[in-house]
């Protein structure tokens, strides 16, 4: 019903929207390409460096102080993906680790392997596997996205799963027009053939609950830039998966999970960002444990961020000139809305919202073949609009204004 | 004209009248439109035939805010009849034209030109008109 999700509290939490533009409010409709960061992982990332920070395994306090922060905000993440600390690794972001993970998962591929991507995902739940098959001679078969409804065909991805595919690549949500994939049905077909599932979970991460095992992922990755944190990548792999895995590591580092993964001395004060945006987000929800509340809060969110962008669709529909990009009703979709304006340049459009104070980019945001496959590659992609949980009905009606001035040419 | 009618509908967004909840009211509705994320819960108690503490709460675009706000000062104090007789009113304006016996709801025809904000400055109405309608 109507749970109250008070945005001005959480606006307060965002230093950055104190930020001003000529004179102006900041607004920021970029959160898909980056969030703003969250006071709390602010504090974490500095008070670890301010506190002292070291490399692991020394007997003095600031190493084993830095070993703990690393333990909790695992603790924290598998607590934020649904799986267990353990399972958990961090990297340099999504791409990389899915490089990580691409290369050796396809130690188990061969000439009579098969791999299944999508046309709808970012290309770095692409490319990597790509890549991987291509050094191991395995075939790929993408999926078709309808140009039509923005969703994945269903009956292609059928016909492309068989008892040869090794890897199906697939992401939760598209960081370009919002749609969110039913993972949990491709992952049941994809086990069927014995494959393994790897979700990307950068775009949806800020706006729905997730549930790894739910979903049937066996690796899912995210980047928790995209909420609230700093720049830092986390993935979570089922254990028995992440036992076998043979990564590419150094001989003297550690051969056990997770830490067989993180090639090299992490991150340490992101991870303790990490930690803090996963406080904030948990702060947001109720429940008994950080589970609980990780899933309570992205619920509230989801339900705030849907009436905005229900309402930022409605309003776009109505536009003249304007083509909005977006699954039809009933769709599950992200708070991410993708559009063009006939006749102008998406910089045009970006530039005239800047000097309403609108922060917005333009482009294929690397969901490169679902750009071309609508054919505006050329045009330079899509104008994108993120909703964040920070951002209010007020910023949605004026942006609405603003555009309907410029399509108007007023 | 169009920016007078857009501070009256900013007036209420910002400052909204009777912006509570009523416990246990004689008159509890709750509307959602989906398709564009408003909410509107509407309340009333029915004392002496008469409309009394009409009030609302809820979120959303400011046509639907301002709106519910207008509400609630248009049909305190009326009865029942009158409230619904208003409500008619005010639906067939925004269906059709301007009509200047309406007061300050005019602004709001003023203001919404494309169907689908119609439904936001609609929703606070639907709601009271079904809960008066079944009582
Ligand atoms: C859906 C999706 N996948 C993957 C990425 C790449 O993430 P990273 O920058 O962490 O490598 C992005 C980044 O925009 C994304 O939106």
Known sequence: MQRTFDVQAVREQFPALGREYKGRGVVYFDGPGGSQVAKQAIDAVSGYMERGGANLHGVFPTSTETEEILAQTRLAAADFLGGAPEEVAFGANMTTLTFAISRALAHEWDENSEIVVTELDHRANVDPWLIAASERGATVRWVRVDPETLTLDREDLERNINEHTKLVAVGLASNAVGTVNDVAAIAEKAHGAGAIVAVDAVHAAPHIPIDRDWLGADVITCSAYKFFGPHVGVTAIKRDLFERMSVYRLDPAPDHIPEKLETGTQNHEGIAGV???????????????????????????????????????????????????????GVHKTPTIAFRVEGRTNEEVCIHMLEHGFFIAAGDFYASTLAEKLGISDGGGFVRAGLAPYNTMEEVERFIEALEGFVKGR | MQSFYKEIVLDHFQRPRNRRGLEEADIEEHIHNPLCGDHVTVYANLRGGTLEEVSFTGRGCSISQASASMLTEQLTGKSRDEAQEKIEAFLEMMRTQENEELGELVALKGIVQARNRLRCATLAWEAMRRALSGL
């Open chain 1, 275 to 329: 930690k803090g945006a996963l406080d904030f987000i948990a702060s947001l929800g109720e429940g008994a444990s950080q589970r609980e509340k990780h899933i309570s809060a992205m619920q509230t969110i989801e339900e705030y961020e849907a009436d905005l962008a229900a309402k930022f669709r409605a309003a776009l529909g109505d536009l003249p000139n304007v083509k909005l990009y977006a699954a039809p009703e």
